[in-house]
């Protein structure tokens, strides 16, 4: 067996990380060396925001888990909001920041003819806002130590849309641009960007999944792919990877082979209905387009066009 990958001297930040995924990932890397931050607004272990009769809060349970086991970690309690607030934690225990695992996460599921304002906006304060606020503070810290290690959380919902998540798909989405952004900012400084998309068990998804279903959704399984793409040695960067029950996989976006225009008055609605079928055909497309610039290169080196039929 190969040695296995360890975080000594590192510095985790992990949003949300009081339960589910967060707690799993946060318990890992307190094992491996690492100092953790388990930030989680969360109240007592039963969820109210209050705390417990003691006082204790659910991010101090698994402080308390990761301290007996002989591992380093610090609890925080503010909402990723206040991302400023988390890091600062990490900078006055452990003097830097550096890896971000932006978990922290609600949902406030209703079909779009019933959503309100206030079910959109907090959804997208607490994914888009709060993981962008963690990052913000923890990025001049990254770029001065040239080292830096960002986890973005996406989800299927994003990708693929689900009904009811109007709000959760377009705030999970974000996260991919905002990951995808990152990772070229970033690269520079040796700091990558990745998201991943997980299915796990845990109090998101418990409700809504069978238990046999759940039980081969540990959120154990996904944490190893988080453990190899933010350690020293995995410069990979720029990535999307589906992860759960055992199986991961990268994702890529796909442009079909698409179709060429004259940029003139026979470029009609009946010119692009008539090469529909080139728009949308996947069979002969580019498999990871480099985004609008591969496009303006395929219109430039295409040859002289014929006036749109
Ligand atoms: P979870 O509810 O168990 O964990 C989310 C944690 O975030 C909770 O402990 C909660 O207290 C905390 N949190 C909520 N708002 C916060 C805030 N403003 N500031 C700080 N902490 C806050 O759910 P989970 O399944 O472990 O989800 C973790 C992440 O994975 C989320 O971003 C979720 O959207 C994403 N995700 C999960 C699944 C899945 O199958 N479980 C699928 C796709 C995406």
């Given at each position: 067996m190969g040695k296995e990958l360890r975080f000594d001297d590192k510095v985790v930040v992990i949003t949300g990380a009081g339960g589910g995924l967060g707690k799993a990932y946060?318990?890992?890397?307190?094992?491996?060396?690492?100092?953790?931050?388990?930030?989680?607004?969360?109240?007592?272990?039963?969820?109210?925001?209050?705390?417990?009769?003691?006082?204790?809060?659910v991010a101090d349970g698994v402080v308390d888990e990761i301290i007996k086991l002989g591992g380093k970690a610090v609890a925080n309690y503010d909402s990723v909001e206040f991302g400023d607030k988390i890091v600062e934690t990490a900078i006055k225990a452990f003097g830097t920041v550096h890896i971000v695992i932006n978990n922290a996460g609600i949902l406030r599921d209703v079909s779009f003819k019933n959503m309100k304002d206030q079910d959109f906006k907090l959804v997208q304060l607490v994914h888009v806002y709060g993981s962008y606020k963690v990052a913000k503070a923890a990025w001049p810290h990254m770029r001065k130590q040239k080292f830096g290690r960002i986890i973005n959380t996406a989800s299927a919902a994003g990708l693929y849309g689900n009904f009811g998540q109007t709000n959760y798909s377009a705030a999970k989405l974000a996260l991919v641009g905002f990951t995808e952004t990152l990772a070229k900012e970033g690269a520079k400084y040796n700091i990558t960007a990745n998201a991943i998309v997980p299915i796990a068990a845990s109090r998101m998804t418990e409700t809504i999944l069978p238990p046999d279903v759940l039980d081969k959704l540990k959120?154990?399984?996904?944490?190893?792919?988080?453990?190899?793409?933010?350690?020293?040695?995995?410069?990979?960067?720029?990535?999307?990877?589906?992860?759960?029950?055992?199986?991961?996989t990268k994702l890529r976006?796909?442009?079909?082979?698409?179709?060429?225009?004259?940029?003139?008055?026979?470029?009609?609605?009946?010119?692009?209905?008539?090469?529909?079928?080139?728009?949308?055909?996947?069979?002969?497309?580019?498999?990871?387009?480099?985004?609008?610039?591969?496009?303006?290169?395929?219109?430039?080196?295409?040859?002289?066009?014929?006036?749109?039929?």
């Open positions: 946060a318990l890992f890397f307190g094992a491996r060396g690492a100092s953790v931050v388990v930030n989680d607004l969360g109240g007592s272990l039963k969820g109210e925001t209050d705390g417990d009769a003691t006082g204790k809060r959120p154990e399984y996904v944490v190893p792919v988080v453990g190899y793409l933010v350690h020293e040695n995995t410069k990979d960067t720029w990535g999307i990877y589906e992860v759960g029950a055992g199986a991961v976006w796909q442009r079909a082979k698409g179709a060429l225009f004259k940029g003139d008055d026979s470029f009609t609605p009946s010119a692009v209905l008539k090469k529909w079928d080139e728009i949308n055909d996947f069979s002969a497309g580019s498999e990871f387009p480099n985004g609008s610039k591969d496009l303006l290169a395929i219109a430039e080196s295409s040859p002289k066009l014929p006036p749109n039929a």
